[in-house]
């Protein structure tokens, strides 16, 4: 996590010192040729304030998402950036550009917060009552109060990591039954 959160710094650094021409890689809504930044969309961001606004929560609930393993981690970030992006791309302003990390964090939040449930993990449920009593707030950003923020984005994130529970939950273990021989021995 602090690899890529230091990868998305030197972005924003990049990105002011070319008068913010990394910007363009941002969603542009229904428009086809725009689809694939759906995938570099969350890597930049507005400036450093809102760079700043997502680093510890990525920090935070990206390392606390990736405890269960590099390889389903990827596949939930994956699949809160098709889902976010996607739902970006359908239902934000015209003439908008969407940019920032913040769908891959309520993507996370989505994911932390069910997954125990989803799971029947006791510990992981106790991960997400503490990720809702920390983080719980942010669900406020899901609702369309500031036209400069990309409520689209937190929601359709949000909606990505709550998917994702689902789509990757740990399968049960086969029951063990003690005592009884293999029909095949």
């Known amino acids: 996590m602090a690899g890529w959160v230091a990868l998305l710094w030197l972005l924003e650094v990049i990105d002011v010192a070319s008068d913010h021409a990394l910007d363009a890689g941002g969603i542009t809504p229904r428009r ?10 969350p890597f930049l961001h507005s400036g450093f304030d809102h760079l700043m606004g997502n680093t510890l ?5 990206g390392f606390v998402a990736a405890l269960s ?12 950036t098709v889902i ?7 239902t934000s302003p015209a003439n908008s550009v969407t940019i920032g990390a913040s769908g891959i964090v309520f993507g996370l939040f989505g994911y932390l917060l069910v997954r125990g449930f989803v799971n029947r993990s006791p510990l992981d449920v106790v991960v997400g009552v503490i990720v809702a009593a920390v983080y719980g707030s942010i669900l406020w950003g899901v609702l369309p109060t500031d036209s400069g923020i990309s409520w689209q984005g937190h929601l ?5 990591g709550v998917g994702a529970a689902f789509a990757f939950r740990t399968p049960p273990h086969a ?3 003690k005592g009884t021989a293999s029909p095949h021995l």
């Open 84 to 90: 976010g992006g996607l739902g970006v791309w359908l």
């Open 156 to 160: 359709f994130g949000l909606a990505g």
């Open 57 to 61: 929560p990525l920090l935070i609930l």
């Open 32 to 41: 086809f040729d725009e689809l694939p930044d759906i995938f570099s969309a």
């Open 69 to 80: 393993g590099i390889r389903r981690f990827a596949k939930v970030v994956l699949t809160v």
């Open 175 to 177: 029951a063990v039954t």
